[in-house]
């Protein structure tokens, strides 16, 4: 005996398995942790909904995960729901959340694409075309004889977006991008021109909504102007 007391086989083997069990836990929450890191299309609501994630919560009860899969999982910080603003758009595929006005019930969303002439390293020749998606948000009371301001969320990869900003193209042929915001894969531009005639009713309540709405994300810009 030695002196020491010898723990029964069936309570070894269940320690064995319950320190098995927490490597487990942990190499788990490193993976999805670094999935996110690397890019993916994980939103923070596609992690903490996702099957590894239940099992992890179920087996392991602790806070620590929410804060390891949280911190990993997007940079579209969200200070608060914003007043006035009530209905609410999220796109899964790019990780966009949008907010509108009651004044927008019934809003639709159309999905556009815009292209730019890719110049070469020397910028003396046309090398290519880049192009991406534009979300739009379309007001109910839009008529094709008497058009509603539109609201374009212009879609970059983050690789575009650096080659925008190095001056390797741009849609269109005058004017500026601003960020509205990005997460880890995409960046959300809006176009300085996208409300320029002033004939178009709701022109001003668009660059309204879409400043309220840039408003609510803390993450800094990643070209800060």
Not at 214 to 225: G, K, S
Request: charged share 20%; proline share 6%; hydrophobic share 35%.
């Amino acid at each position: 005996m030695n002196g020491a007391i010898q723990a029964p086989d069936n309570v070894r083997k269940q320690r064995a398995v319950s320190a098995a069990t927490r490597n487990e836990i942990f190499r788990s929450a490193v993976d999805l942790r670094q999935l996110c890191r690397m890019g993916e299309t994980l939103s923070e609501t596609n992690c903490t909904n996702s099957h590894e994630f239940r099992w992890l919560s179920r087996i392991f009860q602790i806070p620590v995960i929410v804060a390891l899969l949280g911190s990993g999982c997007g940079a579209l910080h969200i200070s608060s729901q914003p007043s006035g603003l009530p209905l609410r758009y999220h796109q899964t595929q790019y990780g966009l959340t949008f907010f509108l006005p009651a004044s927008w019930q019934g809003y639709s969303v159309l999905i556009q694409q815009w292209n730019a002439p890719l110049y070469s390293a020397d910028n003396q020749r046309v090398a290519g075309t880049e192009r991406g998606p534009i979300i739009v948000f379309r007001n109910a009371q839009w008529k094709k004889d008497g058009p509603y301001q539109d609201i374009p969320i212009m879609v970059f990869t983050r690789s575009r977006w650096d080659a925008l900003h190095s001056g390797k193209f741009f849609p269109y042929a005058g004017g500026v991008m601003g960020e509205m915001c990005h997460n880890h894969q995409y960046v959300f531009g809006i176009y300085s021109r996208y409300n320029a005639d002033d004939s178009v009713k709701g022109w001003k309540e668009a660059d309204d909504i879409l400043q309220r709405n840039c408003a609510l994300y803390t993450t800094p810009p990643l070209y800060p102007e």
